[in-house]
């Protein structure tokens, strides 16, 4: 077990990168901590298998360094890196046992067969294996096989980290639940390093203690999910994460200070003076109906149960807030307060005052 | 839901029928009629009963042909099919060498089976034949038309370069067929080529595997056009198969009632061999 560092690591599929768009993943810099769990969250085509994939050996990165430890592994194949992974659809060997599914990645490396039973026996314990371990393994259902697959990453004691690439994918929902309470669960008695790739907020942050966002070939975003959700450093963020996502209103900016339409908006930050356009960021859980502020119409209220999601156009731009269950809602114009400590300016997409601003 | 019955339908089945009555329950049915038969020309016949199956069951020549049969064709799948199964593994999987080398493996295949017949025919002809010629310059004394060995390594070598290219297409089918996940976890497992090959690969090709082996058996066992023009079952009987003895029987000398129970005979082996491995190969999938 050891710590994970990538650095300046970058990739790109084609063997001549020039342009942004030629990289599958933007040069980086991260520190995986022995025994984290982690989420790499981001949409379909962001690069986060690709970053998976450098850091079990499958690719070679275009540039940059893999660190286990103080042990640079760039080079080193797969097989020595002491890495699991686990993919998004079931690898089992169909000809096989799930004893002997479980019991493969020990032979190989030639562990002598009382340890394996031993090992095998433990693992199968933990996955809810056991009475199934003399079945052929291909008679098994997507997630028997997928626990298979996960079981083959748990048995080894050599490994440094279990990567996940989006593994619940092919599960039925009520079985998902039960699975990812399972890792997380496995996670608490093993202390493993964990690395969860996934699209599913959802899973993202239920399973993980830190996220990493992606997009587009870059991280934008590492921290906790209350950091996420609490303070965005980018409007992406703030999008992805959150049901609704954050509101991303364009404002005039004069002196660092936010207005739309004229009408100052307080905000937590300030933005260079230099600027003068930029991006209102406020989540729809921080928006309030109220006497004075910003005008608005209603167009459209949805129930979702313990709260509604309240549709409006404010000067123009469509806003969402989220009204408590039984809240009255005013029909047709009235008027918004965003709470000043969770509103912020962004620039070109960033935190104002943060990384990338003007 | 009330269906509605109409039996006309029936009709447009008519076709398809008539198509099969007159190209395989006549002629098979006209066979039957031959093989419980006895004529002496005119067209006048006499009931025989299963005289000539119990002579064709007891021939010694029939027993011949039948031990050239399964010797060739064992030998032509000992061959062709871990030759084919190499042959896949050895083909690249992406860039454009994949249609180049999907092209050449076709060729073979394209070829009228009476040509491939007459180019190895002079191919190996020991005076003019380039393999024929080349392997006395190197020493061997070699002559298909005289030796019996040689005559049977021309035959052999004819069918391996006319139909591994079939077990050769069919595995390669079933290995592009398996995702990358799994290659990558046998990587991530530390599996050896050989365990994947064992555990991965081999599983997975074992269905186009099993139709090439079955296409190959039956195909092998029929094969007369090839071997009738390169040796056309010589020298002496030493290349007579089952399918060129059946000719000579029935066209040579015309003898239809004996050549009738043989052509049953010879079909009801190959049904049975089929049956019995398809049941085998498939057996171990249901539990």
Known sequence: MARITLSNLAHSYRPDPVSDADWALKELNLEWDDGGAYALLGPSGCGKTTLLNIISGLLTPTHGRVLFGDEDVTQLPTEKRHIAQVFQFPVVYDTMTVYDNLAFPLRNRRVDEATVRAKVAEIAEMTDLTSMLNRRASGLTADGKQKISLGRGLVRTDVNAILFDEPLTVIDPHLKFQLRSKLKELHNRIANTMIYVTHDQTEALTFADKVVVMNVGEVVQIGTPEELFETPQHVFVGHFIGSPGMNVIPCDVENGAAFIDGVRVATANEADAAVTKGELGVRPEFVTFSNDGLEARVVKVSDAGRFSIVETVCHGKPVKLVAPEGAPIPSETTRLAFKPDNTRIYVDGWLAGARGAA | ?287
């Not at chain 2, 031990?67 to 062709?80: D, H, K, N, P, S």
């Not at chain 2, 007579?240 to 066209?251: C, E, G, P, R």
């Open chain 2, 1 to 287: 839901m009330n269906k509605t019955v109409n039996h006309k339908a029936w009709f447009f089945v008519l076709p398809v029928l008539l198509l099969v009555a007159f190209n395989a329950i006549v002629p098979l049915i006209t066979v039957v009629n031959y093989s419980v038969q006895e004529t002496f020309g005119d067209n006048v016949f006499f009931w025989s009963g299963i005289a000539w199956f119990e002579d064709v069951l007891q021939s010694p020549r029939f027993h011949a042909a039948l031990g050239r049969q399964l010797a060739f064709t064992f030998t032509i799948l000992v061959i062709e099919v871990p030759l084919g199964v190499a042959i896949a593994l050895a083909m690249p999987r992406k860039g454009i060498w994949v249609s180049v080398c999907l092209v050449l493996m076709a060729m073979p295949l394209l070829i009228p089976w009476n040509v491939v017949g007459a180019m190895w025919n002079i191919f190996a002809l020991p005076e003019i034949g380039l393999l024929g010629k080349t392997l006395n310059s190197l020493g061997f004394d070699y002559n298909y038309t005289r030796q019996p060995g040689a005559a049977w390594f021309t035959l052999v070598m004819m069918d391996v370069w006319h139909w591994t290219s079939l077990v050769v297409l069919l595995a390669y089918a079933g290995l592009v067929s398996i995702p990358d996940a799994y290659y990558q976890a046998a990587r991530i497992d530390g599996a050896s080529p050989f365990a994947i090959f064992r555990y991965i690969q081999l599983p997975k090709m074992k269905r186009v595997l099993t139709i090439a082996i079955l296409l190959r058996f039956m195909d092998s066992f029929n094969i007369y056009t090839e071997p009738s023009v390169l040796t056309g079952g010589g020298p002496g009987n030493s290349t007579t198969l089952l399918s060129i003895d059946l000719v000579k029987i029935a066209l040579g000398q015309f003898d239809l009632g004996p050549a009738a129970a043989m052509s049953l005979v010879y079909f009801l082996v190959i049904l049975l061999m089929s049956w019995i491995f398809y049941t085998l190969m498939t057996r171990n999938e249901e539990n």
